[in-house]
């Protein structure tokens, strides 16, 4: 009984010690879900009781990791506090209201802000299309096709999934694959690049401590800290024989599989790896990837519009589902505009 005991006690000190810290910051627009999203993480996963439980932050566990998350108010009013959080954040979740058409546009600038914050800049981001119960809900293809979302994440470095999802069906543990692979997928990049991101996360806090000295409080940072990021990430990926200069991002249909419905994207730098193989410690996908959940009870019929040269779909393109969006909001592209004038 006492080596019993003694062996438990060993396994679970062990677990400890090796558990992965992690933390994440959950934005989006008011009304998004985000804090129901929160809520059904917490139904759904362990947390840390001894830590500092907040309304705005919860301490949970997912396998090796423990991960910190912070649920951010999406009113205007919150949206102002988010930039204090983006330094501490190693990753980002991203949450809009995917039946919300009215509010796509403000998704768009909101979200083209966010990336365009050199704080953000290299860390992935989890963009969950909640609300997929809903009828009129839009999906995740059409969603990247509406955001640009491939040009964002290209200027912003970043790995990036849209996840389709329902925090309501998720909180009623009816469906709640999608958010557990989700945060799974995040905490795998987070730590496919932990050390480059605690680097960088040290220079901006040695920078924005300095800052705070002989700036107004809640300055932002200056930007000529990115191109140090960049060598950074240079200097630690050469030997790798990768490099993060600009490349030509896209989604690539993993092979084999089909655009279905419901599908989640995956972006990332563009790389070359052998199929099948993954990197990191604990076999995060590192390759280019769309990526196609199991999700089959929330929508119908998914189309994925591809905009890249390449086709990697075995059948005919799919027309884009006409009654969809506005002609309107199809047509315009604000976002290069958005870059200049968005102002908060
Ligand atoms: N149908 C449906 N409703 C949802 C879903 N997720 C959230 N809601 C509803 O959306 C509303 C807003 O949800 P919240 O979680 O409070 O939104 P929030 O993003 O935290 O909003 P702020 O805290 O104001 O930024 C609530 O009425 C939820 O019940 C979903 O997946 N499906
Ligand atoms: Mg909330």
């Known amino acids: 009984m006492f080596r019993l005991l003694t062996s438990c006690w060993s396994w679970l000190k062990t677990t400890e010690d090796t558990r992965r810290n992690a933390t994440i910051i959950i934005i989006g627009l008011n009304n998004s ?25 919860t301490t949970l566990l ?38 919300d058409l009215g509010r796509m546009r403000e998704v768009k600038i909101t979200l083209t802000h966010l990336l ?54 998720t909180f009623q543990r009816r469906d709640h694959q999608p958010l557990i692979e989700g945060l799974r997928w995040i905490l ?12 960088c996360q040290q220079s901006l806090t040695s920078r924005i401590s300095i800052s705070k000295s002989t700036r107004d409080f809640g300055e932002r940072c200056s930007l000529d800290r990115f191109p140090i990021r960049i060598e950074m990430s240079k200097e630690k990926r050469q030997p790798l024989g ?13 092979k084999g599989l089909r655009p279905k419905k419901n599908a989640s994207v995956t972006f990332a730098l563009e790389e070359i790896m052998e199929e099948g193989k993954c990197s990191g410690r604990n076999g995060a996908p590192n390759t280019t ?23 990697l779909f075995e059948e005919p393109r799919a027309k884009k589902r006409a009654n969809t969006w506005d002609e309107e909001m199809l047509l315009e592209d604000v976002c290069e505009e958005i870059f200049e004038t968005c102002e908060y």
């Open 33 to 57: 879900g985000k804090t129901v999203l929160m809520e059904a993480f917490q139904r759904l996963l362990p947390s840390r009781m001894e830590s500092c439980m907040t309304s705005e932050l």
């Open 62 to 99: 997912l396998d090796e990791y423990e991960v910190s998350i912070y649920d951010l108010n999406g009113d205007m009013k919150g949206r102002e506090t988010w930039p204090n959080y983006y330094t501490k954040a190693q990753g980002l979740v991203f949450v809009l209201d995917s039946s």
């Open 116 to 169: 365009s914050d050199q704080r953000v800049a290299g860390k992935p981001i989890l963009i969950l299309a909640n609300k997929q119960d809903k009828k009129n809900a839009i999906l995740p293809c059409d969603i990247v096709e509406y955001l640009l979302l491939e040009r964002l994440i290209r200027k912003n470095k970043s790995l990036c999934r849209v996840e389709p999802c329902s925090a309501i069906h």
């Open 188 to 199: 795998a990049a987070i730590d496919n690049q932990y050390e480059e991101l605690c680097t």
């Open 242 to 254: 990768h490099s993060m200069e600009a490349r030509p991002l896209k989604p690539i249909l993993q």
């Open 289 to 311: 990837e769309l990526h196609y959940n199991r999700s089959t009870d929330l929508k119908p019929q998914a189309t994925y519009i591809d905009n890249d040269d390449d086709d």
